[in-house]
Structure formats: C-alpha cells, structure tokens
C-alpha cells in the first residue's frame, strides 16, 4: 500500500465537539445524564427511590470506570485529564 | 451461577430466568414511569426481576465501535458482569442498549482472545466476565416468557388508537422477531395500532452527532408530521434512545419554531402495567413527559374501570 499511495498515512481526527461533553458526563457520574433534584421529585412520584440504583449511586462503580480507560489509555488518546474532566485541546 | 448453562442449551421460549433489569442513561432519568411500570409489573406476571446496580452507560456502540473497539467490549463487560456475578441474565428494554450489549456478549462468547483481552482491563479494577450470562429484550420476555397468548387472554384491553415506532435497532435479528413481537404485543393490549407513513424512519438520533438540524428536522419533525396526521392518542415505543431523541426534538421545534408534537410518547410497559391493573398515578405517568398526558389518562382510566 506504501509503494502506491506513498503520501498516505494515519491522521488523527479531531474529536466531534457533540461528543465532548457526553464523554466527560460519561467518564465522571458514569451515565449520559445527572439525577437533578426535579428528577428525584418525579422518581419518588413514580414509586421509585429518588436516586436509582446505577452508578448515579455507587460511587465506586465511576472509579471502576476511570481505572478501566485509563488502563486502555483512552483519555490520552482523547487529550483528556481524567483530574480536571478538561480536555486539552479545545475547539 | 451452577445453572445458566443448561439455561442456554434449552429453547429460550421455554426458559423462566432470573433477570437483572438495565436501566441504561435514559430511563432512569427521564422516563421513571417505564422504570416503575417495568419494575411494578414483570414480577406479577411471573417474572424474577430485580435492578442490574451500579450499571453506566452501556455504552454506545454506534460510537465506540468506530473510535475503540475495545471500550465498547470492556465497559459493556463491566455492566454485564454485575448480573453474572449475581446469576441473573439481563433484561434490557432500549434498543440501542440492547444492541450495544448483546452484540458484546456475542463477541466475547465467540472470541476467546476478546474475552481474554477485556478481562486484562478489567483486572485494573478487580473485576472479571466470563460472558456466561445471555442478554434478552423486554419484548422477548414478556412475548416467549410471559406469552403472548397469556397477555391476549389476560390484558385488559385499553379502548385507544396508537402509533408505534419500532425503531432502527429492533432490527436487529433478520427473521424480525422483535418487530413482530412489539407490533403483537401492542395489538394486545389498545385497541387499534393504526400505521403510518414514516412507521420504519429513523428517529434521527446518532444524526445528532454530526448534524443537530437534520436529525431534528428531517427525521424527527417528519415522523412528528406524519403521526400527527393520524390522529392518534398517543406514540408507543420501548427504546429510550429514540425518547430521548423524540424530547430533545419535540422541545427544540416548541421553542424554536412554536411547532407542537402534541402526541404523548409513551411506553409499552404502560401500557401493560394499566393493562394489568395498575393506577397511571402508581408510576408517576403524569410528569417529565414531552406533550399533556390528561387527555389520554383519562381514556387510559375509562378503559379499565
């Protein structure tokens, strides 16, 4: 592949500025969205425990998370500082 | 966890198993009342279920399996092991969670070398899978499980007219059980599914990620438009990616543009838990929804005094 397209070659791509947040809520509560006070007033009208039963509330389950991307190295690859939940390189 | 193999060898429409519900990002925060319809009903019709805890996002594998395969493989391995490590299988009722994590599985039951390597990350937080659990549908369950002559039989039927969206991803399998079983399903429990144009389009949201205009406009707003024009009572559906597409959109073309998706999106699990006896005050049907429900709570409440 080399000999013929000689100018060819991994590039990285900048990661899309949608995806950016998602992934910060992603790798610091765990899931996409937060339990905001509204929602725990609905929760608790709809029978259920005002925070449900996900990593919203257990804690260890996002530490878990983080030790898991950092050991595939994705946040470097990301140009995110799992510390600070910044990435490195803005738009 | 002595008996899940024999569990995997016999016909799963046979199979009674013990589930661990997936709530996934979307039901828990913003459709509690098909978390509690979901969790209120299932184990009067004979189904042990209990939550999958400290689950995260499942996560997207629309994303992941484009930009790392191996997040999508692992994080879906921390979720699924949290059933396995309680001997349940796991219920999931979002279709793109359901795809994401079915589709792992899959993978690792095939692929000993993926299994291998998801276990190495894994390990950095003590935890490992042995992918030994399966991954069902809610569709599935309440179809073969529960049965669906069962529910024909049983169910109150609720005297409304209803739209359904199926969705991209319960077009998962070719022989398209899913679909059927949804579209049975409904049939069930309402009086009359009635069809439109755009039933089989795409609610838009992977479209998101790239182009915010087009998937509000020319997926969600023309699915509006032509489910609107039915007249319908409310939008049935069980994927919560697609509601979270369906509020975000309906939201934006109000504020935006004073366009008015006045049609309630609601969930299956519903109308299965008034079907079966439930008040729609018992899971919180009133709030967080995108358009009034008083109108159809009202129909809902008629049909099954």
């Known amino acids: 592949m080399k000999e013929l397209y000689p100018w060819r070659r991994p590039v990285k791509i900048p990661l899309p500025s949608s995806v950016k947040p998602q992934l910060i809520r992603h790798f610091s509560i765990g899931l996409l969205y937060p339990v905001t006070d509204e929602l725990m007033e609905v929760r608790k009208k709809a029978g259920l425990d005002p925070i449900p039963p996900t990593a919203h509330r257990y804690h260890e389950a996002v530490e878990d998370i983080q030790k898991i991307v950092k050991a595939m190295e994705i946040d470097k690859n990301m140009g995110l500082d799992l510390e600070k939940m910044e990435y490195r390189f803005n738009d | 966890m002595t008996d899940l193999p024999i569990v995997n060898k016999v016909n799963p429409a046979a199979v009674r ?21 979901i969790m209120k009903t299932l184990p009067g019709l004979g189904i042990d279920l209990e939550y999958l805890p400290k689950s995260g996002c499942c996560p997207r594998a629309g994303v992941w399996i484009s930009v790392d395969r191996r997040v999508w493989l692992t994080l879906a391995s921390y979720n699924l092991l949290q059933a396995e490590s309680a001997g349940r299988d796991v219920l999931v009722s979002c279709n793109g969670c359901y795809v994401t994590l079915y589709e792992a599985n899959k993978v690792l039951k095939e692929n000993p070398e993926d299994l291998a390597m998801v276990n190495q990350y894994l390990a950095a937080a003590g935890k490992h899978y042995e992918a030994d659990i399966r ?24 005297h409304i007219r209803v739209a359904i969206h199926p969705g991209c991803h319960m077009r998962i399998f070719e022989d398209g059980h899913l679909v059927r079983y949804f579209t049975e399903l409904t049939e069930a429990l309402v009086d009359e599914v009635v069809p439109y144009d755009c039933e089989r389009m795409c609610c838009g949201l992977q479209c998101n990620l790239a182009d915010r205009e087009f998937a509000t406009y020319d997926r969600a707003k023309r699915k509006f438009d032509s489910v609107k024009a039915q007249n319908v009572d409310a939008l049935v559906l069980v994927c919560a990616g697609c509601y979270d597409q369906f509020e975000r959109a309906s939201k934006t073309l109000k504020e935006t543009d004073g366009y008015d998706f006045d049609v309630p999106v609601i969930h299956l699990a519903e109308l299965l838990a008034i079907s079966y006896g439930l008040r729609p005050d018992d899971i919180g049907m009133r709030y967080m929804r995108t358009a009034p429900v008083d109108t159809l709570i009202e129909k809902l409440e008629t049909s099954v005094q």
């Open chain 2, 135 to 158: 991954i069902r549908h809610l569709l599935e369950v309440l179809y073969e499980e529960v049965g669906i002559e069962r529910i024909r039989r049983e169910a109150k039927k609720i």
């Open chain 2, 17 to 37: 198993s013990k589930y661990a519900h997936f709530l996934g990002c979307v039901m828990p925060a913003k459709m509690p009342w098909a978390e509690s319809a």
